[in-house]
Each structure stands twice: as structure tokens, then as C-alpha cells.
């Protein structure tokens, strides 16, 4: 689980470096991928960083991702992972930072001896109360 926990924890902390290319050298050739922005799925291409390096650009520094939180369940070469991960980041034309918690699932398989992302999700709650409003403040105490 150290070698899962390791992937986890490097791919986060590329982002910081901002470091596309190095990021997603932890996602398989083909993966399956549901992340925060639109649209409901993403096509997920371990091979291209351009997506990732886009996105990277609507910020005036890469972000920082911390996980918390990080549960790990294995059966032979295959493993899921959740947890609570929180993106810190500066709008590109902003001056002010913005924190956001969010949850995360990923399934991982071995592959050539080397643990990767093979499916991720990323979503945040929203009201139950009809305004179905994104719960964006919330904290892994709330």
C-alpha cells in the first residue's frame, strides 16, 4: 500500500509543480476520468497533457492539492482509493486565493509493476433543498 499511497500523494504534489507531463505519467494509457468541470465525462488520455496544462493555465500559479484523509483497499493488482482532497489556487486575474474541499475516488491497477490511475472522481455535494447549489464551503469537520 506505500507504493499506492506514494503515487497518490506524488501525482498531488506535481500539480504545485506544475508539471503536466510528470502528472499524468500516473494515469494509465486509457482511463476513465469524472472530474469537477464540465462535461460529465472526461476523455481520459494518459498520454496528452494538454487538458491538464490548459486548466493549469486559468491560474496564476499551479495549485497546491493536499489529500487527507487517504483510505487504500488492495486485492492483487487492482486497488481503490478515497479521500478528501483540498485545491488551493489563485484565479488567473485575481489576487485572492480560494480553497476547495472536495471528495475523491480512484482505482488503480498495476501495470508493469507500477501502480496506476485507471479511474478517477472528483465531486463536491450540493443542496438537497431544490437550489441544488454546489456545497463549495464545506470542510472535512462540516
Not at 89 to 117: K, M, N, Q, Y
Request: hydrophobic share 35%; proline share 8%.
Amino acid at each position: 500500500m506505500d507504493k499506492i499511497r506514494e503515487a497518490i500523494e506524488g501525482k498531488a504534489s506535481l500539480l504545485q509543480q506544475g508539471d503536466a507531463k510528470a502528472i499524468m505519467s500516473y494515469y494509465a494509457p486509457s482511463f476513465v476520468e469524472y472530474t469537477l468541470a464540465p462535461p460529465l465525462r472526461q476523455p481520459g488520455d494518459g498520454r496528452n497533457p494538454a487538458g491538464l496544462e490548459a486548466w493549469m493555465a486559468t491560474f496564476e500559479a499551479p495549485p497546491r492539492r493536499e489529500v487527507t484523509q487517504l483510505e487504500i483497499t488492495t486485492d492483487g493488482d487492482v486497488a481503490f482509493a478515497t479521500s478528501l482532497d483540498c485545491l488551493t489556487a489563485v484565479p488567473r486575474g485575481s489576487t485572492e486565493p480560494f480553497s476547495l474541499w472536495f471528495r475523491v475516488t480512484l482505482g488503480l491497477r498495476r501495470i508493469d509493476g507500477r501502480w496506476l490511475v485507471t479511474h478517477e472522481h472528483e465531486s463536491v455535494p450540493f443542496e438537497m433543498d431544490g437550489s441544488f447549489r454546489a456545497s463549495t464551503g464545506l470542510t472535512p469537520t462540516d
